[in-house]
C-alpha cells in the first residue's frame, strides 16, 4: 500500500482551517509557521497579531480535518509528520 505525502503548503493550509474553525475567522485571516525542534513539531499561529502555538497533537487534529473534508482520505489512518530536506515539514498518512 503508497503512502499518502501531504505537502507543507497543505499543513498550513490545513492549520488555517482548523484555527479559522476555533477562532470563528476566515481561513485567509491565520497566519502559520510550522516548527520542527527539539521538542518535536508545532506551529506558531497568529490571528489578528496573537500568538499560539500549537503542539504536534493539534496539527494531527487540524490534518484528520483536511482529510476527512478536502481529500476525502480516512482521516483516522495513521499520520505521521516528516522533516525532510527538500520539502520542508510534511505528513505521511498510511
Not at 493539534?58 to 482520505?73: K, P, T
Request: with cysteine.
Amino acid at each position: 500500500m503508497e503512502r499518502l505525502i501531504i505537502p507543507e503548503q497543505d499543513i498550513i493550509n490545513a492549520v488555517c482551517v482548523y484555527i479559522a474553525r476555533k477562532k470563528q475567522v476566515k481561513p485567509e485571516e491565520v497566519e502559520v509557521e510550522l516548527i520542527h525542534d527539539d521538542y518535536g513539531f508545532s506551529a506558531e499561529v497568529y490571528v489578528d497579531e496573537r500568538k499560539q502555538v500549537l503542539i504536534t497533537a493539534n496539527l494531527i487534529e487540524a490534518l484528520r480535518i483536511w482529510l476527512a473534508e478536502f481529500i476525502n482520505e480516512d482521516p483516522y489512518a495513521g499520520i505521521e509528520l516528516i522533516l525532510d530536506d527538500e520539502q520542508g515539514i510534511i505528513a505521511a498518512i498510511r
